[in-house]
């Protein structure tokens, strides 16, 4: 059946009337890159260090026309509607077949006895074929998800972004993206079915605002058409065998093909199925993981609407991180906290905090307000594991404390450094209100809105500002005097797009906790009076707040170790392999030889437990042996457990 379509298209042309999608569909399609010899091992590593725009489905011998295991029949000279022709890099002309590149031509029957004996310029090139996303479309439409560029009758939109692909070579270029329009409802249904076909580029590689990829202006794409969205699509974008194009462009060979973008090669192979998603036979390239589990598919979670980004993480790093979640609302001390647990903040916390690039954290619960110093064992610790995580992951990481702290807190930071269990030193900061634009000058650079120092606070244990503008323990008691108005930080980072914020707790009365301060006027003693009217866009409650620290550095470990999620934040282009830092980011989750030292540094500080004020090895009044340090067995069982993470 598919060697009628393609003599069909040697006879037609180019011919645009007839969509590609309305006689190829169910079949694999490919873009088509043809370079000199001298450059094919380099473009072949440039592929395999670049899988998801360029999933390489077979490359030729030198001077070979066919490409027997992706169909019978082929002439890559004639089976594409129009080709374009390269010179130095530049684009001089775009045909309709490329047999003029051969001293002789043949016809169809005798095309494989020409490519024994290839003569001309064409004996020295060779053709790489890379997987199409026009091949996952058919399936998209089967799951109900509907295909806009389709239904309207344009070439699919393609994007150049500002995302470098990773170097082999000469090959270093821009990734490319197609952007296809996808109602918010479906996004799980579009990510589940494109996963599934890895050759077609496999799962998006950013769903949100443009922007967030350098693209400015969605109505003029670089290549194709415009594709419209409909009220309640979110865009959605993959990478794109059109990165192949720009490699060209970028590495100027003196003579190059391709095929002309939305001009397509055909195969005979249907769409990847599950089971199945190599072609047959030589050239698959750096092929991705064949192992498809349910468990493995990606969820989508919308992490930020300001910008709109959606993140995405295997059902079993979400899972699992869910898992860490029921440990930290076990409430030991019955404080009541089950009452404001929300699923899914964890969740949500930490794929924003995997995507973030800087991170100002900030504690202290100054709450023996009759002590020097006043504050409390629980906080720090929790700050310090994620501090460390964040660090391990390449992150940077700032403090923010109060004034009558800041050596004392840079005491314990620097002890936390020299025993091991702060990954390296991390500054530390205060902020003074000064007027009114104190917060925006702090939080962004010259106080412009649009360049933040940080994409995302997060406070654990932190003194929370209640509704009458102080500051109160648990008992009720109005500790202000102690407290520097950081939460002004959280209040300006609700207009400053790109800053997300977290609050952690285990009473209502932390900064953050005023997403919940209904629950907690309702629910938690004294909530009425103490509860924080300072929301943060995710607020985790423990039953200890280290325990939410705890759990945040192990959900981060467990994102940066599920290839999903890592595919999805590097944009598809494989910067490191998790194996290559794998032992540092274990090495630098919390664990209880660690946590017992850093409590042990701040009770020599001084610092109390929180509920007894017992100078003594314990948090919220329970003794580190056996329940914080059961917790965090727990969690690292979870986060470490025999079965891999995905």
């Known amino acids: 059946m598919l060697t009628a379509v393609r003599a069909t298209r040697r006879y037609l042309g180019y011919f645009r009337s007839v969509s590609n999608y309305a006689i190829d569909s169910g079949y694999q399609q490919a873009n088509v890159v043809i370079l000199p010899n001298d450059l094919a091992k380099d473009f072949e590593e440039f592929c395999r260090r670049n899988p998801a725009p360029l999933p390489l489905l077979y490359h030729s011998r030198s001077g070979e026309t066919s490409c027997t295991p992706l169909a019978r029949n082929a002439d890559i000279r004639r089976d594409v509607s129009q080709y374009h022709v390269y010179e130095e890099g530049c ?209 989508c979670f919308l992490i930020s609407h300001n910008p709109l980004l959606f993140s995405l993480a295997s059902q079993r790093a979400v899972a699992k991180i869910r898992q860490l979640e029921t440990i930290i609302g076990e409430d030991p001390g019955q404080r009541g906290i089950r009452a404001l647990f929300v699923q899914d903040e964890l969740l949500r916390s930490c794929l924003a905090l995997s995507h973030a690039n800087s991170v100002a954290i900030t504690t202290g619960f100054p709450t023996h ?39 004392m807190n840079r005491a314990i930071v620097d002890e936390a450094v020299r025993t091991g269990v702060l990954k390296t030193p991390i500054p530390i900061v205060t902020f003074e209100e000064s007027g009114p634009d104190s917060a925006l000058r702090f939080l962004c650079h010259h106080g412009d809105p649009n360049k933040p120092r940080y994409d995302h606070l997060v406070a654990i244990e932190r003194t929370g500002r209640a509704a009458d503008g102080n500051y109160y323990n648990m008992r009720g008691v109005n500790i202000k005097h102690l407290v520097d108005p950081i939460d002004d930080l959280f209040i300006a980072a609700k207009d400053i797009p790109g800053i997300i914020t977290t609050g952690i707790g285990d009473g209502g009365n932390e900064l953050g906790m005023g997403a919940l301060r209904d629950k907690v006027r309702t629910m938690m003693p004294n909530g009425g009076l103490i509860a924080c009217d300072v929301p943060a866009d995710y607020a985790i409650t423990a039953g200890v707040s280290n325990w939410g620290g705890y759990a945040v550095a ?46 042990s540094t701040l009770v020599r500080f001084g610092i109390r437990s929180g509920k007894t004020g017992h100078l003594a090895m314990e948090v919220d009044g329970l003794t580190f042996h056996p329940t914080h340090s059961d917790i965090i067995t727990r969690l690292l069982e979870v986060t470490l457990g025999t079965t891999p993470n995905p």
Request: hydrophobic share 35%.
């Open 369 to 407: 307000h009759t002590q020097s110093p006043p504050d409390e064992t629980d906080g720090p610790p929790g700050a310090i594991a994620m501090a460390t995580m964040l660090l391990s992951l390449g992150k940077q990481v700032t403090m923010v404390t109060d004034r009558r702290a800041l050596e």
């Open 91 to 299: 684009l001089v002309k775009t045909v309709s077949s490329l047999q003029s590149y051969c001293s002789q031509s043949s016809a169809p029957g005798v095309a494989s006895q020409q490519q024994a004996a290839p003569q001309g310029p064409w004996s020295d090139m060779v053709c790489f074929y890379l997987g199409c996303s026009f091949g996952f479309e058919g399936r998209l439409r089967k799951a109900g998800v509907p295909v806009r560029n389709v239904e309207q009758g344009t070439n699919i939109s393609m994007y150049r972004t500002a995302v470098r692909c990773v170097p082999a070579g000469v090959f270093s270029c821009p990734l490319v993206v197609t952007m296809r329009p996808v109602p918010a409802a479906m996004l799980d249904a579009a990510v589940e079915v494109t996963h599934l076909n890895l050759l077609a580029h496999g799962a998006p590689v950013h769903i949100g605002d443009p922007a967030l990829l350098g693209i400015h202006d969605l109505s003029t794409p670089d290549y194709g058409e415009p594709v419209q969205l409909l009220p309640g699509d979110v865009p959605v974008f993959w990478a794109c065998g059109v990165t192949a194009i720009e490699a060209i462009l970028c590495s100027k060979p003196h003579l190059a093909f391709s095929h002309s973008p939305g001009c397509m090669f055909l195969t005979d192979i249907p769409d990847s199925p599950p089971s199945s998603p190599h072609p047959p036979g030589q050239g698959s390239a750096g092929s991705p993981c064949t192992h498809h589990g349910a468990e493995l598919i990606p969820l």
């Open 554 to 599: 192990c959900g981060l470990y467990l994102l940066h170790t599920c290839p999903s999620h890592q595919r999805y934040r590097l944009r598809g282009v494989e910067h490191a392999g998790p194996q290559e830092q794998l032992h540092d980011w274990t090495a630098n989750l919390p664990s209880v030889d660690k946590e017992e030292s850093i409590l």
